[in-house]
């Protein structure tokens, strides 16, 4: 950011490549919203700098598309694992997701897809099986897209907070490559997630415990922005 200067998944049947490597994440996730960020953001400091996904630059841009079957298996509640496809400013490389939470637990599988590709993962007969388990089969259409600045710290014991700004919410082209179009909605303030495998730092659960912050999903409000209810 500039102002910053075991729930088990089915078996996935393919193997990894240097080109297409298989990762797996199962971690403990909590998200909040605040309006001011100064005291996490001097908090964090105190306690390490920005991760650089780019060399160079403490801040990225991402994109997100959610995606989901026709029937809105995870956007009508009929399943908990959510799909989507994220690209870090590399309008050329884009990660698929594929994300299951129950309470704060977090369990998600990623692969990296070429933008070129991206129809035929979403959509096309030969996809992956675990694709094909949770879908039923059925091909995944672009709901919406969310575009934000963030910033991301990590530590070796598997702690990971980072802090999202300027969020907005976009209609989505039909087609690959997946286009934004009209903005439908914008989020003041900072979102913060926190990911750990093991029990929070008690600097960390102690700011966000006297912040008395909420709890927050930015694909639930993009929703009901959508639908007009928000």
């Known amino acids: 950011m500039a102002q ?3 729930l088990a998944l089915p078996k996935m049947v393919v193997s990894p490549t240097p080109a ?25 400091l105190a306690h390490g700098a920005p991760f650089e996904f780019t ?4 801040e990225t841009l991402l994109a997100t598309v959610y995606v989901d079957t026709p029937e809105g298996t995870w956007s009508q509640g009929i399943s908990p694992v959510k799909f989507r496809i994220r690209s870090y400013e590399d309008p ?8 299951r939470r129950v309470a704060a637990v977090v369990d998600k599988w990623r692969r990296p897809v070429a933008a070129t590709a991206l129809g035929g993962l979403l959509t096309g007969a030969n996809r992956p099986e675990l694709i094909e388990h949770f879908t039923d089969g059925q091909p995944l259409l672009p709901l919406f897209g969310t575009r934000y600045y963030r910033t991301a710290f990590q530590w070796l014991d598997g702690l990971r907070v980072t802090v999202d ?10 087609d690959a490559p997946y286009q934004f179009k009209q903005q439908f909605g914008h989020l003041e303030g900072y979102v913060i997630e926190v990911k750990a495998e093991g029990v929070w730092p008690m600097w960390l659960a102690e700011e966000l415990y006297e912040s008395h912050i909420n709890e927050f999903s ?7 922005a959508l639908r007009g209810t928000s």
């Open 92 to 99: 050329d490389l884009w990660w698929f997701e594929l994300k």
């Open 165 to 174: 700004r300027n969020i907005t919410f976009h209609e989505v082209g039909r």
């Open 20 to 44: 297409a490597p298989n990762l797996r994440i199962h971690t403990r996730e909590r998200r909040y919203w605040v309006e001011n960020i100064e005291s996490m953001r001097r908090l964090l």
């Open 4 to 6: 910053f200067l075991k």
């Open 218 to 224: 930015k694909s639930k409000r993009a929703l009901l």
């Open 55 to 58: 060399p160079g630059r403490s």
